[in-house]
C-alpha cells in the first residue's frame, strides 16, 4: 500500500489549510433513478480456447444473421463473461460465437485462426464449440437437444457425455482432433448469412458431416482428411496436404507409388515408428506444413537434458514428454517460438527415463535436433512485487544498492516478454520487478472503485482494480516466463512490499497455481496481512458520502473527506488552479480490498495452509503512530490524518471519519508503519492457531519510519534476506 510523491505537495500544503470550499466544483441534487440489477452469465468458446472471438445471447432469437445486445468478447481460456438484466434467462437462448480470421486467436494451435468461423449452441449450454453448432443444426430440424446430441455422438464416435462440455479439460484427444478438423475442412458456417444457408439446406450439411464421419468411423484410429481435387473430402495418408487420389507419393517417402512396394506405409519418424536419438549426435531433417515427426531418446539419471531445434528456415514447434508421446495439449516441454528462432527444451531427471520428441511444422521447413547432457546449474531469481499506488520504481534504492543488485534488474509486466536477461550480480542472482496492473484495464475482470469509478489507463492503475487472486495470476504468468527462459533449475525469493506480500501469498496459497515448487522463500514488509484499517475509510465514503455529486460541498463531514481524496489523487483546486500530484487514489477498489473486514482479506488468510513448504520472513515496522503518512510534507512537519484544521496542516478527514477507520480502537493500539499496525504486518499471528510460524522475523521500532519509505530500509532487507538466503542454500557470502 506504498504511498509516494508528498513532496511534490508540500508547496501547497504550506498555503492551503483544510477544509470547507476553495474547489470549483458544483453541487447539485441527487436524482432518484431505478438501478438495473445484472446477473453474470459465462460461455466458453472451443476449437482450441478461442480469444478474441465475438459471442452473444441470442436473446431478440433473431438467429445467427443479427447480433443481440448482450455481447462479449472472449477472454483467456475461451471465456466470455455477459451482463445479464436480472429478469431475463440466460439459459433460455442460443449462444453464437463468430471467429474471425487474423483476430481471433486460438490457444491450442497457438495461432490466429486463419479463416472465419462462427458457431452455435442451444439454449441451456454455455460451452459453445463445433460439436454444440451440429447439435444446434440437429434441434432446428425438429430434434430435442437430447436426441441431437444422442445422434451426434454416435456418427462421430465420440463420448456422448462430452459432447457439450469443455473436452480440452477432460482431456478427450479424439474431440480435440474432430474439432480441429470440422473447422480446417471448412464444415462449418463462415458467417450469419452462411450460416442461415446451411440450416435452409440442412441435407447438403448433414451429408458432409457424414462423409467426414464415414472416414473417421473406427474410433482407435484418428486419420488425417483434406479436400482433394474434386473438394470431396479424403484421407492424407502422410499428412502433406495433398489428398491421396492425388498424391504421387502417399506415404512420403521419396518413392514414387509407382516405383513403392508399400505405397501405404509410413516413413521414419512417425508416431508409430520415432526415430532413436543418440546423445549429442545431431539429426538434419525437413517437414512440410502440417507435418508432425516423432523420435525418442534414453537418459540416465540425475541429468539435465537439453534438446534444441535448430537451423529452422520456416516456423517449426519443439515438444517433449517422458515416457510417452507428446501432443498439442499433453507435453511437459513444449517450445513454440515465432518463425524460424531457434527452439529449446531442457528437462531434469532424477531416474533414467525415456523421453519422446515431436516436432510439428506451422510451415516447409529444415532443422536440426540435437539431445544432449547438460551440467546442472540452478539460477537464483528475486522477484519484486509492490504495493498499492505504487511501481516497480519503489524499490530502486535495493536494486541500487552493491550488496543487492547494483542496478541490474529486469521490470517486467503480465504482457512483456523475456527478449533478454538482466545481469547477474556478484552472488549469480538474477533481479526482476513486476509491474502490476495486467487486469486493471479488462472490463470484464477489472474492479470498480468508489462511485463508480474505473480504471484509467493513462495512470496505469498498477494493480488497484485488480482482485488479490488477480494480482496472484499476474505473479505466476510472470514465474513462468522466468521458469521458461531460465529452465526448470530456477530458484525464486518472493520479496513483497505491502499488498505486494498479498499477491505473493494470492499465488503461493492456490494449490492449482503453476511453478510453486520453484519459489522456496518469501519475504514481506509492511505488508498488511490482516488488513490495515485506512481500508475502512472507503466503506465509509461508500455509505455516507455517495454520489460524490451529491456530497461533495455539503459543507460537513464529506466535503473534508472528498477534499482529501481530490489532494492525495493531484485532483484538487484552490481559486482555480491545480497544485496537487498524484499520490494515491482512495476511491480505487483495493482500498475496499484491504479493509480489515473485507472478503479479500478473509480469502486470503483461509488459505494460509498453502504457504507449507515455503520458508517465511516477516519484516515489520513498530515505531509509527496510526495516521502519519510522510515525513516532512508540510511546514508543520509530517503529513499527518489527526491534524484536523490546524494551520498549514492542509486537507484532513473529519473526526468522525477518524472514528469510523479505527472501529473502537485507540490510535495508540494501531501504532505501527502509520498505515498498517504492526499486529496485522505479521504474518506469524495467522500461522499461530495451526502451529505453524514464520522462520525469520525482524521488527524495527526506530521512531517514524513510515509505510511508503520501507523498501529504503536498505539495511533491514539486506539482514532479513542474508538470513533467507543461507537457509535455501544460496550459500552466506553476501
Known amino acids: 500500500m506504498a504511498i509516494y510523491k508528498w513532496a511534490a505537495v508540500c508547496s501547497l500544503l504550506f498555503v492551503f489549510g483544510c477544509g470547507g470550499g476553495g474547489d470549483d466544483s458544483s453541487s447539485s441534487a441527487s436524482n432518484s433513478t431505478t438501478l438495473t440489477t445484472y446477473n453474470d452469465y459465462s460461455i466458453t468458446a472451443i476449437d482450441g480456447y478461442l480469444v478474441d472471438a465475438t459471442a452473444w445471447l441470442d436473446k431478440d432469437k433473431a438467429g445467427p444473421t443479427q447480433r443481440s445486445s448482450l455481447a462479449a468478447i472472449t477472454k483467456s481460456s475461451g471465456v466470455a463473461t455477459f451482463k445479464v438484466p436480472e429478469d431475463i434467462n440466460a439459459e433460455e437462448y442460443a449462444v453464437f460465437v ?59 464416435q465420440v463420448k456422448q457425455e462430452h459432447l457439450l462440455l469443455d473436452f480440452i479439460k477432460n482431456n478427450d484427444e479424439r474431440m480435440i482432433s474432430i474439432a480441429e478438423d470440422l473447422v480446417r475442412l471448412n464444415l462449418l458456417p463462415e458467417s450469419g448469412e452462411n450460416f442461415q444457408q446451411k440450416l435452409e439446406n440442412s441435407t447438403k450439411t448433414n451429408e458432409e458431416l457424414s462423409r467426414y464421419a464415414q472416414i473417421q468411423s473406427d474410433p482407435n484410429d484418428f486419420l488425417y482428411v483434406v479436400r482433394n481435387s474434386k473438394n470431396q473430402m479424403e484421407v492424407d495418408t502422410d499428412q502433406d496436404g495433398i489428398a491421396d487420389s492425388d498424391d504421387l507419393d502417399i506415404d512420403g517417402d521419396g518413392i514414387s507409388n509407382d516405383e513403392d512396394s508399400y505405397p501405404y506405409e509410413f516413413d521414419d519418424h512417425t508416431a508409430s515408428r520415432p526415430t532413436t536419438l543418440l546423445l549429442s549426435v545431431p539429426v538434419s531433417e525437413t517437414i512440410t506444413a502440417g507435418q508432425w515427426h516423432y523420435f525418442k531418446v534414453e537418459t540416465p539419471e540425475d541429468i539435465l537434458l537439453n534438446i534444441s531445434l535448430a537451423g529452422l528456415s520456416g516456423d517449426a514447434d519443439l515438444y517433449v514428454k517422458q515416457g510417452s508421446l507428446p501432443t498439442k495439449f499433453d507435453y511437459d516441454c513444449r517450445a513454440n517460438s515465432s518463425y524460424s528462432l531457434d527452439e529449446k527444451c531442457l528437462q531434469r531427471l ?30 537464483k531469481v528475486t522477484l519484486l512485487l509492490h504495493g498499492l499506488a505504487s511501481s516497480s520504481e519503489t524499490w530502486q534504492p535495493l536494486i541500487n544498492d552493491d550488496s543487492f543488485y547494483s542496478g541490474a534488474c529486469q521490470i517486467i509486466d503480465l504482457d512483456s516478454e523475456l527478449v533478454s536477461l538482466p545481469d547477474v550480480n556478484k552472488r549469480g542472482e538474477y533481479c526482476f520487478s513486476l509491474d502490476f496492473g495486467g487486469y486493471d484495464r479488462d472490463t470484464i475482470l477489472s474492479s470498480k472503485g468508489l462511485d463508480g469509478k474505473t480504471c484509467v489507463s493513462a495512470l496505469g492503475c498498477n494493480g488497484d482494480y485488480s482482485s488479490f487472486e488477480l494480482l496472484g495470476k499476474e505473479v505466476e504468468t510472470t514465474i513462468g516466463k522466468i521458469v521458461d527462459e531460465l529452465g526448470i533449475d530456477t530458484e525464486i525469493v518472493l520479496i513483497g512490499h505491502s499488498r505486494g506480500g498479498l499477491a505473493a501469498r494470492a499465488y ?15 519475504m514481506t514488509t509492511g505488508t498488511p496481512h490482516q488488513g490495515s484499517p485506512l481500508g475502512r475509510f472507503y466503506k465509509y465514503m461508500d ?134 499496525p504492526v499486529d496485522s504486518q505479521k504474518l506469524s499471528q495467522i500461522l499461530a492457531p495451526y502451529g505453524r510460524g514464520v522462520d525469520f522475523s525482524l521488527n524495527n521500532d526506530k521512531y517514524n ?29 553476501m
Open 508 to 522: 503461493l496459497q492456490n494449490t492449482a497455481s503453476l511453478n510453486r515448487e520453484h519459489v522456496k522463500a518469501m
Open 350 to 379: 532424477k531416474t533414467d527415463q525415456n523421453h519422446f520428441i515431436a516436432v510439428s511444422a506451422e510451415e516447409d521447413t529444415s532443422y536440426q535436433i540435437l539431445a544432449k547432457l547438460d551440467e546442472i546449474i540452478v539460477s
Open 98 to 156: 463468430q471467429a474471425s480470421a487474423g483476430k481471433t486467436f486460438d490457444e491450442g494451435l497457438n495461432r490466429y485462426v486463419t479463416n472465419d468461423f462462427l458457431m452455435a449452441a442451444p439454449p441451456g449450454t454455455n460451452v459453445v464449440t463445433p460439436f454444440s453448432t451440429f447439435v444446434y443444426f440437429k434441434t432446428q430440424s425438429g430434434m430435442t437437444t437430447e436426441q441431437a446430441t444422442k445422434q451426434l455422438a454416435m456418427e462421430l
Open 543 to 676: 455509505d455516507n458520502c455517495t454520489p460524490k455529486s451529491s456530497f461533495r460541498q455539503d459543507n460537513s463531514v464529506c466535503e473534508d473527506s472528498w477534499e482529501v481524496i481530490e489532494m492525495l489523487t493531484g485532483e484538487r483546486k484552490y481559486f482555480g488552479f491545480q497544485f496537487s500530484d498524484y499520490v494515491m487514489d482512495l476511491m480505487a477498489p483495493s482500498i475496499d480490498f484491504l479493509s480489515p473486514e473485507s472478503e479479500e482479506v478473509t480469502i486470503v488468510n483461509g488459505g494460509v495452509l498453502g504457504l507449507e513448504n515455503i520458508i517465511l520472513s516477516e519484516l515489520t515496522y513498530s515505531g509509527t503512530q496510526f495516521g502519519v503518512l510522510a515525513l516532512d510534507a508540510t511546514p508543520r512537519g509530517n503529513y499527518d490524518l489527526y491534524m484536523y484544521q490546524q494551520l498549514l496542516g492542509g486537507d484532513h478527514p473529519h473526526p468522525s471519519t477518524l472514528r469510523y477507520v479505527e472501529n473502537g480502537a485507540t490510535r495508540a493500539s494501531l501504532v505501527g508503519d502509520g498505515i498498517v
Open 705 to 733: 519510519i513510515v509505510h511508503i519509505d520501507q523498501t529504503k530500509q536498505v539495511t533491514d532487507l539486506f539482514a532479513m534476506f542474508q538470513q533467507v538466503s543461507e537457509s535455501i542454500g544460496w550459500g552466506d557470502t
